[in-house]
């Protein structure tokens, strides 16, 4: 019984210090990394590009004529673009930061550490989930909600089956 009792005490340290000294550095995303589609034709164009071509430039990349309206709005949406962009490529401006987290990982798809906070800890993995404060905290919320979901789910599904196994005998 001791050396049983030992094992789960030493696990349990063990793996509570091996998650508590990971960190995770988030790259600065740049204006002049990111990437974006242009035209039908598949080409390619960088943020700080983007904010600094001319209209002409613009037609010809894209292989189309912009009409009145629509060069008001590339205009007024580029003089914004370069807004938010600094001299030497950093985003400074919380939407395009938002924007380009697409493309270094940033908050979508599955979260395997939310849900397995919801589904393992129920709803003191969502109380986790919500203390928890980094770029990440949305999704991590609401994965560990589907995993709290998806434990109840599986919890009465588990005590339907043990109470309709026991009463046939």
């Not at 590339?74 to 914004?80: G, N």
């Not at 673009?81 to 987290?101: E, H, P, V, W, Y």
Request: proline letters at 2%.
């Amino acid at each position: 019984m001791r050396k049983i009792l030992l094992l789960i005490v030493s696990t349990a340290i063990i793996s509570v210090s091996f998650g508590a000294a990971t960190t995770v550095v988030k790259p600065t995303p740049n204006a002049n990394e990111i990437f974006l589609p242009v035209g039908k034709t598949g080409q390619k164009i960088s943020l700080m590009e983007l904010s600094r071509i001319s209209m002409k430039d613009f037609e010809t990349l894209t292989n189309r004529k912009l009409k009145f309206f629509d060069r008001l709005a590339f205009k007024s949406a580029q003089k914004k673009l370069r807004k938010g962009i600094s001299a030497d490529g950093t985003i400074k401006k919380q939407k395009l930061k938002k924007f380009s987290n697409r493309f270094y990982g940033g908050e979508t798809g599955f979260h395997a550490g939310g849900f397995f906070l919801g589904f393992l800890l129920g709803i003191t993995g969502v109380l986790i989930a919500y203390v928890i404060n980094d770029d990440y905290k949305r999704n991590r919320v609401k994965w560990a909600w589907f995993g709290f979901g998806l434990g109840v789910i599986a919890s009465i599904i588990l005590i339907i089956a043990i109470l309709n196994s026991s009463s046939l005998y």
